[in-house]
């Protein structure tokens, strides 16, 4: 079935600190790939999307290169702020199956000042 | 737009009682999802709806969960003899041409 892997759990930076959180998928085709960001007491809600192979998305300062030969969709920032502080999700949607998505587990980006 | 509501914010029950969760989806969005979010499994599928019929319920716990949608303006996720493993977030969330609304979720304790 679809996967989704975040390899950190949490990541601590200061502020204006380079930003990746790597995310890699096991799906077949071409899914479209999505980062999600949640702020305590809230959902998730989008960043961005991508759906084809070299495809970036970006949306506040965060980017991520649709990479289907690495299956690997990683989040960057080049300069965080403490307000990026939250909770950030790669997921996917895969194009043979209905219309859910598969999230991974989540990386807590904590920035200090 | 006020986005998705759900209510309530935060239930507390005893073990072995009945819960029952509201979602109010965002106007003229056709699909809503359930999710269940822990801090060991991250946000797992529920179960979820398009035009009111129940098309995936593949997430649900077999028995004791249930999920409704009676009408286009609210689902629901009743929860039956909830059990204290049934802790978590329960979110919402609908959708129109694929991207997901997230309502604030409902935290549920189970004592």
């Known amino acids: 079935g679809d996967s989704v892997t975040q390899t950190e759990g949490q990541v601590a930076l200061s502020e204006e600190d380079f930003l990746t959180i790597h995310c890699n998928y096991s799906?077949?085709?071409?899914?479209?790939l999505f980062w999600y960001v949640q702020y305590p007491g809230e959902g998730p809600q989008l960043l961005f999307r991508a759906s084809r192979d070299k495809e970036k998305g970006s949306s506040r300062g965060f980017e991520a290169t649709y990479d289907k030969g690495t299956t690997s969709f990683h989040l960057r920032k080049a300069s965080v702020q403490e307000s990026d502080s939250a909770v950030y999700y790669c997921a996917l949607r895969s194009t043979e199956g209905a219309d859910r998505l598969t999230f991974g587990k989540g990386t807590q980006l904590i920035i200090q000042p | 737009n006020a986005g998705v509501i759900q209510t309530p914010r935060h239930k507390v029950t005893g073990k072995g009682q009945e819960a029952t969760l509201w979602c109010e989806p965002i106007?003229?969005?056709?699909?809503v999802f359930w999710y269940r979010q822990t801090i060991v499994q991250g946000l797992e599928f529920l179960t979820y709806f398009r035009n009111q019929a129940p098309i995936d319920d593949s997430g649900m716990p077999k028995e004791r969960f249930s999920a409704q949608m009676p009408n286009q303006s609210h689902s629901t996720l009743k929860i039956q003899s909830t059990q204290p493993q049934d802790s978590a977030v329960y979110l919402c969330?609908?959708?129109?041409?694929?991207?997901?609304?997230f309502g604030p979720g409902t935290r549920l304790t189970v004592l």
């Open positions: 799906a077949s085709g071409y899914p479209t």
């Open positions: 969330a609908s959708s129109f041409t694929g991207g997901r609304y």
């Open positions: 106007s003229g969005h056709s699909a």
